[in-house]
């Protein structure tokens, strides 16, 4: 079951796209809650208790904008699916800043919104999994959207997420309970391709700041297969 928020004071609109939702659950044989928001303040209030795992938002609203709480739920949620739905097209720098998965114009095009939708759900599929670590501490369970990039040091594995996991693995052993938002790197790293911000022809920067090398040979095959994941 997937909950789905719809943050825009226009209700005409919001019912125009609750219209749509609907019609996308019902082709695509999705469960969906779809819950209606008239504000960003409407809508944090309710946050706590009620996450979403799409949140269709209007950019331009009284009091708080769109922009502005797509930034505010970016500082502690990585995962929700954002998609812009404006009658401008002033905003796509900021869509980019907050991670937003894409920019739809009013009135939305049916067939646009049922793609976006189709790639939420993808994403959220995809970023309910999660991977199983055994270290000298214990095991560990991790959600897959945490790891930044898995380091071979000899005979170990370093995992590099919110804090550094050490654990008796080969990166081979990894490469067959990952998925393909990872590549393999060179002998030594795994990378999670949602976490490169950019590539050079010698190393890699993460979003996190953290700079990783690459051989020369590796830099098509990396910049091939972030485009492939877009």
Same mark, same amino acid.
């Given at each position: 079951m997937l909950t789905l928020s719809?943050? *825009?004071?226009?209700? @005409?609109?919001?019912?125009?796209?609750? #219209?749509l939702v609907l019609?996308?659950?019902d082709?695509?044989?999705?469960?969906?809650? =779809?819950?209606?928001?008239?504000?960003?303040? @409407?809508?944090?209030? *309710?946050? %706590?208790?009620?996450?979403? %795992?799409? $949140?269709?938002? %209007?950019?331009?609203?009284?009091?708080?904008?769109?922009v502005e709480l797509a930034k505010k739920l970016r500082r502690s949620d990585r995962v929700l699916q954002i998609v812009f739905i404006t009658a401008y097209s002033d905003y796509?720098?900021?869509?980019?800043? =907050?991670?937003?998965l894409h920019y739809l114009l009013k009135p939305a095009d049916r067939e646009k919104l049922f793609s976006v939708l189709d790639k939420a759900a993808e994403r959220v599929r995809r970023d309910c999994r999660k991977i199983t670590l055994e270290t000298p501490d214990g095991t560990e369970v991790l959600p897959l959207y %945490?790891?930044?990039?898995?380091?071979?040091?000899?005979?170990? @594995?370093?995992?590099?997420?919110?804090?550094?996991? #050490?654990?008796?693995? #080969?990166?081979?052993?990894? $490469?067959e309970s990952l998925d393909g938002r990872f590549i393999k790197v060179g002998r030594s790293f795994i990378i999670n391709l949602l976490w490169i911000r950019r590539v050079s022809r010698t190393e890699i920067e993460l979003k996190s700041g953290e700079v990783i090398p690459i051989p020369r040979a590796a830099f098509d095959a990396v910049n091939r297969a972030i485009i492939d994941m877009k």
């Open positions: 719809l943050c *825009d004071d226009n209700a @005409a609109e919001r019912e125009q796209l609750k #219209t019609e996308w659950a082709r695509s044989g999705a469960g969906v809650s =779809v819950l209606e928001y008239p504000s960003a303040e @409407a809508f944090l209030f *309710d946050y %706590d208790d009620r996450r979403p %795992d799409i $949140l269709l938002l %209007d950019v331009e609203m009284p009091g708080e904008s769109g796509i720098a900021e869509g980019y800043e =907050v991670a937003a %945490d790891v930044r990039y898995i380091e071979s040091r000899k005979n170990y @594995a370093v995992v590099h997420a919110e804090r550094e996991y #050490t654990v008796r693995r #080969t990166l081979s052993d990894f $490469l």
